[in-house]
C-alpha cells in the first residue's frame, strides 16, 4: 500500500487542489442522501460555498489555522482543514479522502497531522461533527481518541438528530 504524503499547501496548484477537493467534498455529501442534499444546500449553498472556497488559505492560515493535503505521488487524494472557533478551541473541518484513496490510511494521516498541527498551535481542545451517514469517519474519530459530545454550536431544528459531536482535549 502506498503511504500519502500530508504536506500544508504551499504553492498556488496546491491551494487550487485543496478547493478542489472541497468542492468534491460537498458533491459527496450531496449525494449521500436527498436530505444531506437538503442540509448542504441549506448550510453551504453554491455561492456561499464558493466564497468560502477563495478565502479557505487566508481564514485557515496560522496561528488560528491551518490546511493540510495529502499526496499519493504527485495526485492531490485528500484535505482537511482547522480553524479557530470563538472560544479559543480549534475545529476540524472538511475531512475529506478521495474514493480512490479511501482504505489506504490517508484518512488517519490527514487526521494525525491535523491533531499534531492543533498542539503546535497551543490549542487545548478540538471540536468537530460529522453526519450519522458517515460511519466510517466516526469510527475513525473514535479510534483516534476524540469523544462524543452535544453540539457546540446552534445547531437548526432541520439538522437535529442527523448531526454527530465530538471533542479531543489536548491540556
Given at each position: ?71 499519493l505521488g504527485e495526485a492531490p487524494v485528500g ?73 457546540y454550536q446552534d445547531v437548526p431544528p432541520i ?13
Amino acid at each position: 500500500m502506498t503511504k500519502a504524503r500530508i504536506i500544508p499547501p504551499e504553492t498556488s496548484q496546491d491551494i487550487a487542489a485543496v478547493q478542489e477537493l472541497c468542492w468534491d467534498y460537498r458533491d459527496y455529501l450531496i449525494g449521500l442522501s436527498p436530505f444531506d442534499a437538503q442540509l448542504i444546500e441549506l448550510f453551504y449553498p453554491q455561492d456561499k460555498y464558493a466564497a468560502l472556497m477563495n478565502r479557505v488559505a487566508e481564514e485557515h492560515a496560522p496561528p488560528t489555522g491551518l490546511i493540510r493535503l495529502a499526496k499519493l505521488g504527485e495526485a492531490p487524494v485528500g484535505c482537511g482543514m482547522v480553524h479557530s472557533l470563538p472560544d479559543g478551541s480549534a475545529e476540524i473541518k472538511r475531512v475529506y479522502v478521495t474514493e480512490a484513496a479511501r482504505g489506504t490510511g490517508t484518512g488517519y494521516a490527514i487526521m494525525n497531522a491535523l491533531i499534531e498541527g492543533c498542539r503546535d498551535l497551543g490549542f487545548e481542545r478540538i471540536l468537530m461533527d460529522t453526519s450519522k451517514p458517515l460511519e466510517a469517519a466516526q469510527r475513525l474519530y473514535l479510534s483516534m481518541g476524540f469523544k462524543r459530545r452535544g453540539p457546540y454550536q446552534d445547531v437548526p431544528p432541520i439538522a437535529e438528530g442527523h448531526m454527530l459531536y465530538f471533542e479531543m482535549d489536548l491540556s
